[in-house]
């Protein structure tokens, strides 16, 4: 469900950029790809990365597993094999929200004002699935299993939208500093909801005051520090443990390890590094966390059923 607002987000990303680019400046979809590396699988069925193209690859196309319609799918699957442990009300959402976009046909999308709606509305109802998964659930282990695998999805996809940015501006190096290049970093922090709270806190739009907002600020709910810290306390509550005592697991080590570097870590560090190559490294280690906690809790121990049953739980964990 969180890569489904996700996704409905990096699509938000060129919406707010479409309505402010200047004339002479093309739209760009394929930064989309790249930064979610749906590139790869997009090229095997399309020729190019035109608007109506990657829109329906990354909302509608059954064909890729991390569509909003696929990732639906699949979390509705999940919640109907175990209606018995959630609510009535959480099993009612999801249930209604699959539907409607079920429903819905790709021929529909010729207005962008109506695309705009389109995905706001799946944002929102993303947004109530969560809001009735907090005020329904009881805070047991399959609670925090499900707090796990949100924060640590969001806290990759923060680092995608940072990336959108990256490779919009790569094919032309002179934009640095430029009007479009501000422009950028305005929808880049109001498609993860952040321009609002960010400019509370900062008086003028930055590329160093953002990275900082989005990548080590501990209270903003979509920060990189922020989520990694709630995947933290919800891993050591399934293990029953207390971060301040120590890992008592790989997965626990690897997720701590993130988050004291994030803990650590001053914005210029960041620069100096450079900010594609940090974010680069981040996902890499976020990725291996999520491995290590599929080992722990949902691999088996012997031979071919073991690569057989990691395929399918790690396809459901992921999505």
């Not at 699949?74 to 539907?99: G, P, Q, V």
């Amino acid at each position: 469900m969180e890569r489904v607002e996700n996704y409905a987000r990096f699509v938000g990303v060129n919406f707010n950029l479409a309505l402010d680019l200047p004339p002479d400046v093309d739209e760009q979809w394929e930064p989309l790809l790249i930064a979610t590396a749906d590139h790869f699988l997009f090229y095997k069925y399309y020729d190019k990365p035109t608007k109506e193209d990657v829109i329906h690859f990354m909302t509608f196309d059954k064909r890729n597993p991390n569509s909003i319609i696929s990732c639906l799918y699949e979390a509705r699957e999940n919640a109907r094999t175990i209606r018995e442990t959630i609510s009535k009300e959480m099993w009612e959402s999801i249930n209604t929200f699959y539907l409607a976009i079920k429903g819905t046909s790709p021929d529909d999308f010729r207005n962008m004002d109506h695309m705009q709606a389109y995905f706001t509305d799946i944002r929102k109802n993303c947004q109530l699935f969560h809001g009735v998964v907090d005020s329904s659930i009881t805070r047991n282990e399959a609670w925090h299993f499900g707090r796990l695998g949100r924060h640590i999805e969001r806290a990759d996809k923060c680092s995608r939208f940072l990336d959108v940015k990256y490779f919009t501006l790569l094919q032309d190096a002179g934009t640095s500093g430029s009007t479009l290049d501000l422009m950028l970093w305005t929808a880049v922090l109001k498609s993860v909801s952040a321009y609002n709270m960010y400019r509370q806190t900062h008086r003028a739009l930055t590329p160093m005051n953002i990275v900082a907002f989005l990548i080590l600020d501990k209270l903003f709910p979509r920060s990189i520090a922020y989520s990694v810290r709630q995947a933290e306390l919800s891993l050591y509550a399934i293990a029953g443990s207390i971060p301040e005592r120590g890992y008592t697991s790989p997965a626990e080590r690897a997720l701590s390890k993130i988050r004291s570097e994030l803990e650590f870590t001053d914005v210029e560090d960041v620069f100096k590094m450079g900010l594609h190559e940090y974010l680069d490294k981040f996902q890499i280690k976020n990725n291996e966390v999520d491995n290590k906690i599929f080992d722990m809790y949902f691999g088996l121990d012997t031979g071919q059923s073991q690569s057989q049953s990691q395929g399918h739980f790690k396809s459901q964990w992921m999505n």
